[in-house]
């Protein structure tokens, strides 16, 4: 279970939770519409690459004070590093070269059901029946908004080859987030996703050069490198410090429903930025999400809320 103590030593679980799918809503349209000049491959070793650059300063001090502790985890560290950057990420941007991005979501926002049923079946760790019934209404929520308030384009709904790397993709997920348990308590969050990073890579090496010498090279372009580096920095380093800062907090099965957020910032994105119209269907999808949203984590904000300082 999650630390109360901890949840009130810096930003609110919640807040961080929040940021996080925002990050990651973002770098899924960097994904798809990149998709032509970056392979996936490349995609998940530049970024982690440009992440692992603007840590570096930062986690080297903390990697050889933490050295004791990273050695002593390092079977979890290596696990987690290789499902949680490496594998999870390529999955993720190889099949957004074969679906789309709107498929990409509506299979996604079924993380929250994934981390419960992992957390149940390998913890043993179950939600109360108002809890689940929150994680019922938000996805019910993602899923209005996604077929546009239509039974009928749900059903129609059906699944390539895109769409199965993309549903294992979340399951590298959902592992990793509720294998965040065996992160040592008391090691530095930069120090732990220094180290990972560094594992993500090293798995991602010789995917990346074969794709390069068999597949498709990179086209290297200004556009190309300004989005690695801002989703090295937001999608990669600040997306998951705080996803794993939230999951400490209040533990995995929460947290993983904030995921259903991340349609929810792609509708206000392009209502604000993109001048797209804004439907009822989206609006009660909206509210359904942040309903469930708010029944689920009553219970987490009464314990934090009620916890000594």
Same mark, same amino acid.
Not at 40 to 66: G, H
Not at 201 to 225: D, H, K, Q
């Given at each position: 279970?999650?630390?109360?103590?901890?949840?009130?030593?810096? &930003?609110?679980? /919640?807040?961080?939770?929040?940021?996080?799918? =925002?990050?990651?809503?973002?770098?899924?349209?960097?994904?798809?519409?990149?998709?032509?000049?970056?392979?996936?491959?490349?995609? #998940? *070793?530049?970024?982690?690459?440009?992440?692992?650059?603007?840590?570096?300063?930062?986690?080297?001090?903390?990697?050889?004070?933490?050295?004791?502790?990273?050695?002593?985890? @390092?079977?979890?560290?290596?696990?987690?590093?290789?499902?949680?950057?490496?594998?999870?990420?390529?999955?993720?941007?190889?099949?957004?070269?074969?679906?789309?991005?709107?498929?990409?979501?509506?299979?996604?926002? /079924?993380?929250?059901?994934?981390?419960?049923? *992992?957390? @149940?079946? *390998?913890?043993?760790?179950?939600?109360?029946?108002?809890?689940?019934? %929150?994680?019922?209404?938000?996805?019910?929520?993602?899923?209005?908004?996604?077929?546009? %308030?239509?039974?009928?384009?749900?059903?129609?709904?059906?699944?390539?080859?895109?769409?199965?790397?993309?549903?294992?993709?979340?399951?590298?997920?959902?592992?990793?987030?509720?294998?965040?348990? @065996?992160?040592?308590?008391?090691?530095?969050?930069?120090?732990?996703?220094?180290?990972?990073?560094?594992?993500?890579?090293?798995?991602?090496?010789?995917?990346?050069?074969?794709?390069?010498?068999?597949?498709?090279?990179?086209?290297? #372009?200004?556009?190309?490198?300004?989005?690695?580096?801002?989703? %090295?920095?937001?999608?990669?380093?600040?997306?998951?410090? =705080?996803?794993?800062?939230?999951?400490?907090?209040?533990?995995?099965?929460?947290?993983?429903?904030?995921?259903?957020?991340?349609?929810?910032?792609?509708?206000?994105?392009? @209502?604000?930025?993109?001048?797209?119209?804004?439907?009822? *269907?989206?609006?009660?999808?909206?509210?359904?999400?942040?309903?469930?949203?708010?029944?689920?984590?009553?219970?987490?904000?009464?314990?934090?809320?009620? &916890?000594?300082?």
């Amino acid at each position: 279970m999650y630390s109360a103590r901890a949840a009130n030593a810096g &930003a609110s679980p /919640f807040v961080l939770l929040t940021l996080a799918p =925002f990050f990651w809503a973002c770098n899924w349209i960097v994904g798809r519409g990149l998709s032509g000049d970056i392979p996936p491959f490349a995609m #998940t *070793f530049y970024r982690w690459l440009f992440a692992l650059v603007i840590l570096a300063p930062f986690a080297l001090p903390r990697v050889r004070r933490d050295w004791p502790l990273l050695r002593a985890r @390092w079977k979890a560290m290596l696990l987690l590093g290789a499902i949680g950057i490496g594998s999870h990420n390529a999955l993720a941007y190889l099949g957004l070269n074969y679906t789309t991005a709107t498929n990409g979501v509506i299979l996604n926002s /079924f993380i929250p059901v994934m981390i419960v049923a *992992f957390s @149940w079946i *390998f913890l043993r760790e179950r939600l109360s029946s108002v809890q689940l019934a %929150g994680i019922a209404i938000s996805l019910t929520g993602v899923l209005t908004i996604l077929s546009g %308030g239509s039974l009928a384009a749900l059903i129609a709904f059906r699944l390539n080859g895109g769409d199965l790397l993309i549903v294992l993709s979340m399951a590298m997920w959902s592992a990793y987030t509720i294998g965040l348990r @065996w992160r040592p308590p008391t090691l530095d969050m930069i120090t732990f996703l220094f180290a990972i990073a560094c594992v993500g890579e090293l798995v991602m090496l010789p995917f990346y050069i074969g794709e390069a010498m068999f597949g498709r090279p990179m086209i290297w #372009t200004w556009s190309s490198i300004t989005a690695l580096v801002a989703v %090295g920095l937001f999608s990669s380093v600040l997306a998951y410090i =705080f996803w794993n800062r939230g999951v400490d907090q209040v533990g995995a099965p929460v947290a993983g429903l904030f995921v259903h957020l991340m349609p929810v910032f792609g509708i206000v994105l392009a @209502w604000l930025v993109l001048d797209e119209r804004l439907h009822a *269907f989206h609006l009660i999808g909206i509210a359904l999400i942040l309903t469930g949203i708010t029944i689920t984590t009553r219970k987490a904000r009464e314990t934090i809320a009620a &916890a000594p300082d």
